[in-house]
């Protein structure tokens, strides 16, 4: 057996494991890996499993596995908690940081506190984009039909697939079993992230989300990108918005002429060990 050493970190709940793969470290079947560690009961516990590593295109890349061991594309929160992992474990001095990932480079811009350390993190996600259903359909405040219920809805592309449900009042919703059905739905053969969003008032959004792969979390940063460009393109909120999490808020400025997004919020660390593998 060979001893892994990793960091815990989260972004407003939204909980990974880290691990440092710079100098060179392979980690054989990531899938499998990702499962035995994420399971809160018999391994550390996590939404999933980050590789932190180089990059010939940018300064570093990141790689992202799920609870139930698919790759994702992108995960707001968890670039953000790179950030802060990199600047405040020495791996770099730069507070302008370009991230590789599977849904193209991503900026990084480190807010430094008062400590030194990283205090938030503020990431260009890129551009949002329609997303069509598998029968070439884009949802743009239409109605979809989910189990027993009609929604008005948003499909949304952040790197990754996102459907924004707009509803009156969120305890109305089971969101795990309309979020299971959506990502289950053979609309999205390939899965989706289902967000259920509240208008509170025209600078903040209460959102719960349903994560393909792993179910409901505390947080998602895609999501919250994708609900606060939902909520603008709606007109129901102005921008830049608080989105409202179980985890937290996250702030989001997403402009509907260029379909750019930023998102700002903080990261920390939880833990640091070893685990067999």
Request: with cysteine; net charge negative.
């Amino acid at each position: 057996m060979a001893s892994l050493h990793f960091t815990k970190m989260q972004g407003l709940g939204n909980d990974y494991i880290y691990v440092d793969v710079t100098g060179g470290c392979s980690l054989p079947e990531l899938s499998a890996l990702s499962q035995r560690l994420s399971d809160r009961h018999f391994g550390i516990g996590s939404d999933g499993l980050v590789l932190i590593g180089l990059s010939d295109r940018a300064d570093f890349s990141m790689r992202i596995f799920n609870a139930d061991g698919s790759e994702a594309k992108m995960c707001g929160n968890a670039s953000r908690c790179i950030g802060k992992y990199l600047y405040d474990r020495g791996l770099t001095d730069k507070t302008e940081i370009t991230l590789d990932t599977l849904s193209g480079i991503k900026v990084l811009r480190l807010n430094i506190g008062s400590d030194g350390k990283v205090a938030s993190v503020t990431v260009d996600m890129g551009c949002f984009k329609p997303l069509p259903d598998s029968q070439g359909k884009v949802y743009k405040a239409d109605d979809i039909n989910v189990l027993d219920t009609c929604f008005k809805a948003y499909t949304i592309d952040m790197g990754n697939p996102h459907i924004v449900l707009m509803v009156d009042c969120l305890s109305d919703y089971d969101i795990a079993r309309y979020g299971y059905a959506l990502e289950h739905s053979p609309l999205f053969p390939d899965g989706i992230n289902v967000e259920f969003a509240q208008v509170l008032s025209p600078s903040s959004v209460r959102m719960r989300v349903w994560e393909r792969g792993s179910g409901i979390t505390m947080a998602c940063g895609t999501g919250a990108c994708a609900t606060a460009s939902a909520a603008v393109l709606s007109g129901a909120v102005e921008r830049p918005c608080e989105i409202l999490m179980d985890g937290g808020t996250l702030v989001i400025d997403s402009d509907p002429l260029t379909g750019r997004v930023l998102m700002t919020g903080p990261a920390a660390f939880v833990f640091d060990g070893t685990v067999e593998i």
